[in-house]
């Protein structure tokens, strides 16, 4: 069983949530160097996330393990999707964008979806998951906690928007936290 694992991003906030939804596991995360630039080629979530798992695993000769995860809105096709990130300067641009491409959209349905890849240090995926929460884009803001998307995206079986939910809640219902409750078995038999 390996014990080190890069993830394959830039983002330390991104790590330190990893280090702690893999407490289980006595694993130590470690970032990718910021001189190796990935680009994210894949037309879906997982594409994107074994692209990145792969790349860092076969260049740095480690195991890698890479997320990826974005908002489908149904009304848009599934937009902005793998372009979540990229859909505006700043998440208040990005919501506001949002916001005003459904002005007049009836039909709020959205998901979250998160995917995980793990390769090993010859770049194979070993394991793979997906995690998905269901949800609806509200027409304003509520509640300030969390990032991104979350203070748009309403989840109705708790009635709150993934902003207004304390972090545990969120950790137990969002797409991130199904991806990982996935792994984690995954991981134990490995
Ligand atoms: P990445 O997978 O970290 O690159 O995230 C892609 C983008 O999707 C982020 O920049 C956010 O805009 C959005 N996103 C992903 N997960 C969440 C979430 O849990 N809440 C809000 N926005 C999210």
Not at 68 to 96: C, E, W
Not at 145 to 170: C, H, R, W
Request: some cysteine.
């Amino acid at each position: 069983m390996f014990t080190k694992l890069v993830v394959a991003s830039s983002n330390a906030g991104k790590v330190r949530e990893m280090q702690e939804l893999l407490r289980d596991f006595d694993f130590e995360l470690a970032l990718k160097p910021p001189e190796l630039d990935i680009e994210e080629t894949g037309k879906t979530f997982m594409e994107n996330a074994i692209i990145k798992a792969s790349y860092i695993a076969t260049t740095l000769k480690q195991w890698s393990i890479a997320d990826d995860s974005g908002l489908m809105v149904n009304a848009l096709n599934g937009q902005p999707g793998i372009y979540s990130a990229r859909y505006g300067k700043t998440d208040f641009d990005r919501i506001n964008r949002l916001l005003t491409e459904l002005k007049y959209s009836v039909d709020r349905s959205a998901q979250f979806v998160c995917a995980i890849a793990i390769a090993n240090p010859e770049g194979e995926i070993v394991i793979q998951t997906e995690g998905i929460c269901e949800g609806e884009i509200l027409t304003e803001t509520r509640g300030d906690n969390g990032f991104g998307y979350d203070p748009i995206f309403f989840v109705p079986e708790v009635n709150q928007t993934f902003a207004q939910m304390p972090s545990e809640l969120k950790e137990k219902l969002s797409h991130r936290g199904k991806a990982f409750a996935n792994l984690i078995p995954l991981l134990k038999s490995f």
